[in-house]
């Protein structure tokens, strides 16, 4: 089975640039998470997705961040203008239900010069 | 708001030996507390997790401790192996929301 992919790696721009990261989730798992961990601190919280609905934005630290999800597949997290703050590595997990187990994809490291 | 702690930063323990994590939360509403482990470039994986309707649980040399009372549980890793080591983060979520609430990550390296 294949795990949570994420694209790309890794990214470096420049602030103001814009960047958009995309994940794909497990098949058949409509919950999909998004998470940052930024400057070795804790993991925090983005956003949840079931289906192509947002059940949870409220970690969403502003309105440069846009997250989607069409057709309930696929997700992409753009930050636009990307500012030296949203530097971190963007993590994206997937579970099958809302209770069950979060996998998590292995991330993309941001880097904003 | 919902917060988890997390300690120590650092674990340095020589293999063979015991570690111990731990990890307080503030959410008495919390039910589901999962642990992960990060090895270095690698995706967070889970190795245990346990739900509140249980004090304890056990899978081979790795056990998780929970404490609802006190709000605290822990992760306890027996006869430590080089390949234990890697980055341990424990995490805490309720069924309203579900989203996981991490503490800050223990680096555990087992010397050889």
């Known amino acids: 089975e294949a795990g949570v992919t994420q694209f790309p790696s890794h990214s470096v721009i420049e602030k103001g640039q814009t960047v958009t990261l995309r994940c794909d989730p497990i098949?058949?798992?409509?919950?999909l998470y998004w998470y940052r961990r930024v400057m070795g601190k804790e993991i925090k919280f983005l956003l949840h997705?079931?289906?192509?609905?947002?059940?949870?934005e409220s970690g969403m630290p502003n309105n440069r961040f846009l997250a989607e999800r069409t057709g309930g597949t696929y997700s992409t997290l753009k930050v636009q203008p990307a500012e030296l703050e949203d530097s971190g590595v963007y993590f994206c997990?997937?579970?099958?239900?809302?209770?069950?187990?979060?996998?998590f994809g292995p991330g993309t490291r941001l880097t904003v010069l | 708001g919902e917060n988890v702690e997390q300690h120590p930063s650092t674990l340095s323990v020589q293999e063979g030996d015991s570690a111990v994590i731990k990890c307080t939360y503030s959410?008495?509403?919390?039910?589901?507390f999962p642990w992960y482990k990060q090895e270095l470039g690698k995706r967070p994986q889970l190795i245990i997790d346990?739900?509140?309707?249980?004090g304890e649980k056990k899978d081979q040399r790795i056990a998780v401790t929970l404490n609802k009372t006190a709000k605290h549980f822990s992760l306890h890793i027996t006869e430590t192996q080089p390949e234990d080591s890697a980055v341990y983060f424990c995490?805490?979520?309720?069924?309203?929301?579900?989203?996981?609430?991490f503490g800050s990550g223990t680096r555990l390296l087992v010397r050889p």
């Open positions: 997990a997937s579970s099958q239900d809302f209770a069950s187990t979060q996998f």
């Open positions: 997705f079931v289906k192509e609905s947002k059940q949870d």
């Open positions: 995490a805490a979520s309720k069924g309203s929301s579900y989203k996981l609430i």
């Open positions: 346990i739900r509140s309707n249980v």
């Open positions: 098949s058949g798992h409509d919950n």
């Open positions: 959410d008495s509403a919390s039910n589901y």
